[in-house]
């Protein structure tokens, strides 16, 4: 579906919620889990006994755990080139010194 609508794109508003939060969510998973959780969420909404506000809030969104980690980790780095260059600069004050 995601394939068709990318050759031929069409209004969202044309599209069921339920399939639009498929698009949005199926292909955005890693593991079996996760693609099992967007059908059973899918479901509810075709059903009608959930929202997609509701299921947006619950569905797992491994892209953004990843983001978050590599966040993370540019912010150590960061903080640690900080802290090592301050250490450097305040030895080579101390060698200049004439």
Same mark, same amino acid.
């Given at each position: 579906?995601?394939?068709?609508?990318?050759?031929?794109?069409?209004?969202?508003?044309?599209?069921?919620?339920?399939?639009?939060?498929?698009?949005?969510?199926?292909?955005?998973?890693? *593991? %079996?889990?996760?693609?099992? =959780?967007?059908?059973?969420?899918? +479901? &509810? @909404?075709?059903?009608?006994?959930?929202?997609?506000?509701? *299921? %947006?809030?619950?569905?797992? =969104?491994?892209?953004?755990?990843? +983001? &978050? @980690?590599?966040?993370?980790?540019?912010?150590?780095?960061?903080?640690?080139?900080?802290?090592?260059?301050?250490?450097?600069?305040?030895?080579?004050?101390?060698?200049?010194?004439?």
């Amino acid at each position: 579906m995601v394939i068709l609508l990318g050759r031929r794109p069409e209004p969202r508003g044309m599209i069921p919620p339920g399939d639009q939060f498929f698009m949005d969510f199926y292909m955005k998973q890693n *593991a %079996r889990s996760g693609k099992l =959780r967007v059908l059973e969420l899918r +479901r &509810g @909404i075709i059903a009608g006994t959930m929202s997609v506000d509701s *299921a %947006r809030a619950v569905v797992p =969104r491994p892209d953004l755990s990843i +983001r &978050g @980690i590599k966040e993370r980790q540019l912010r150590q780095r960061l903080r640690g080139e900080n802290t090592e260059g301050m250490a450097g600069e305040d030895g080579d004050a101390s060698v200049h010194v004439t």
